[in-house]
């Protein structure tokens, strides 16, 4: 059994299975596993700051200093890629759900056993799509028609239009690609990786002679790739809030 | 106020403007001084530091990947739609290819901004009150 690395295919943790069949106007809406985690995270998410923020004291208390330092991490993050002052303040409140659902999601998916929702690419892609929708949305109403000229940059001499506008608009279209990919990518990089390096443990374990020696060795890579997880796992509910702030400013600030 | 503090005249919690001058004047010294102190002293990068510097690292691959994946399938389709293989893919590619390189020269201009300095200039001008 444990010859064939736990006869566990690496993938096999991502795969998403029906807790409870629900049908809701024609459509398959069940409740999956991903469901499931996805409002474990809402829960954890709403339940930290309903206690942290119950009886706010002058002086914080531990809960309460924790709540207000993440808020100020994303505060600062909104204020340095938002840039001060007009209405990028407005936003805080979505960059700060996307980074919390996100970092919250990624955490959850590194307990062993726990499902990870953020390796899947419709979940990744459904908030870059909610981004990219409120930096249009935004735009045109900030700007007006005016936030097409986001595609024109200005001081460029006309005959390089013809070249520029397909390199922005491409740009512009490539945001929301990049954007998911990198998260789903990301997350399910790692816990493939996490998943064989452990399995060879018990592969080389099940081994005869010699290579029962060697079991340690993917042993102490499994546990430094746990703490590479953890950091990745940060950084990019970190790089999602950063993105979502710099393409805001798209919104807020009209052309470069 | 009145207008007789002007006059140098020494009024009890009141600095004069010679050593308001000198006061300040050192003050820049000593924030010059230190500012220098500080770099010779550059502390070993933080881990916040280095979390940021991976997380660009993150930004810069992806922004280049997915300018030329866009670039590609844009003229991948219009290929298709056109039957003009492959003659929009190839322009699309590298279209895409410099919309990469300009996503990334953009976030490299956002991210060079120098330290402020440890004493700011600061901007009352003298103004007694």
Same mark, same amino acid.
């Given at each position: 059994?444990? !010859? ?7 993938? %096999? ?21 991903? +469901? ?78 726990? #499902? +990870? ?34 595609? !024109? ?8 239009? =013809? ?12 945001? =929301? ?19 064989? #390096? ?7 374990? /099940? ?10 060795? =993917? ?20 790089? #999602?809030?950063?993105? +979502? ?12 | ?6 006059? /140098? ?14 006061? $300040? ?14 770099? $010779?002293?550059?502390?070993? =990068? ?5 979390? %940021? ?26 290929? $298709?739609?056109?039957? *003009? ?22 976030? !490299?201009?956002?991210?060079? *901004? ?8 600061? $901007? ?6």
């Amino acid at each position: 059994m444990a !010859a064939e690395g736990g006869g566990h295919s690496p993938i %096999e943790q991502f795969a998403i299975k029906v807790v409870q069949p629900l049908k809701l106007f024609g459509y398959d809406a069940s409740i999956t596993n991903a +469901t499931l985690f996805m409002l474990l995270a809402v829960a954890l998410i709403v339940g930290f700051f309903f206690v942290a923020t119950r009886n706010p004291g002058r002086v914080p208390g531990r809960l309460q200093g924790a709540a207000e330092a993440i808020y100020e991490f994303i505060a600062s993050t909104v204020r340095d890629n938002l840039d001060d002052g007009k209405d990028g303040r407005k936003y805080l409140p979505l960059v700060f759900s996307l980074f919390m659902f996100v970092l919250v999601a990624n955490m959850l998916g590194m307990i062993p056993g726990f #499902f +990870t929702v953020t390796s899947h690419i419709i979940v990744t892609a459904a908030l870059a799509l909610l981004v990219i929708s409120v930096v249009i949305i935004g735009g045109f109403m900030r700007h007006g028609i005016g936030f097409l000229k986001l595609f !024109a940059p200005s001081g460029v001499p006309g005959w390089l239009m =013809p070249i520029l506008i397909p390199i922005e608009v491409i740009s512009f279209v490539s945001r =929301p690609i990049s954007l998911s990919v990198r998260l789903f990518a990301n997350m399910l990089a790692g816990h493939i990786a996490l998943k064989i #390096f452990a399995g060879f443990v018990g592969a080389l374990l /099940g081994a005869a002679g010699i290579a029962k020696l060697m079991a340690p060795l =993917p042993l102490a890579l499994t546990t430094a790739l746990t703490a590479l997880e953890f950091l990745v796992a940060f950084l990019q509910a970190y790089v #999602f809030a950063v993105l +979502t702030c710099v393409y805001l400013s798209d919104a807020v600030h009209g052309a470069h | 106020m009145s207008n007789d503090d002007q006059s /140098g005249q020494k009024v009890p919690g009141e600095i004069p403007p010679d050593d308001r001058e000198a006061i $300040r004047k050192r003050a820049a010294e000593l924030g010059s001084k230190l500012d220098t102190a500080k770099k $010779r002293h550059a502390p070993p =990068p933080s881990n916040r530091a280095k979390g %940021e510097a991976m997380a660009m690292g993150f930004r810069a691959a992806s922004e280049l990947i997915g300018g030329v994946v866009v670039g590609s399938g844009i003229g991948w389709l219009l290929d $298709r739609w056109l039957g *003009t293989w492959p003659g929009f893919f190839i322009l699309f590619f590298l279209l895409g290819a410099a919309a990469g390189m300009l996503g990334i020269i953009r976030m !490299a201009q956002r991210q060079t *901004t120098p330290p402020a300095p440890s004493v700011p200039r600061d $901007r009352d001008d003298g103004e007694n009150d």
